[in-house]
């Protein structure tokens, strides 16, 4: 069985990078499993910032790719567990 790997991406100004983030989500869109976006938003007000987290099945050297890819773009901030 492989390895069930989970990333959580910590994005502190989504306005500022959603393009950059996104362009490299899709890049490895067939790698993953889940995806989950957690932000606060009310009728008021949507909050800059945001956490994704992912479900990855692309394997322990795609997973690592894409974690750099990211954790390079600017207000990103990215964490990597494997089960």
């Not at 899709?26 to 989950?36: A, D, K, N, V």
């Not at 479900?55 to 690592?64: D, H, N, S, T, Y």
């Not at 207000?75 to 567990?81: A, F, L, R, S, T």
């Amino acid at each position: 069985m492989s390895k069930r790997i989970i990333i959580g991406v910590n994005v502190t100004s989504f306005a500022e990078n959603s393009g950059e983030v996104q362009a490299v989500l899709r890049e490895y869109g067939c790698s993953i499993r889940t995806r989950l976006g957690l932000h606060g938003a009310s009728d008021e007000v949507c909050e800059p910032n945001g956490l994704i987290l992912i479900e990855f099945i692309g394997g322990e050297q795609k997973a690592g790719e894409m974690t750099e890819k990211l954790t390079k773009l600017k207000g990103i901030e990215v964490k990597q567990m494997s089960f």
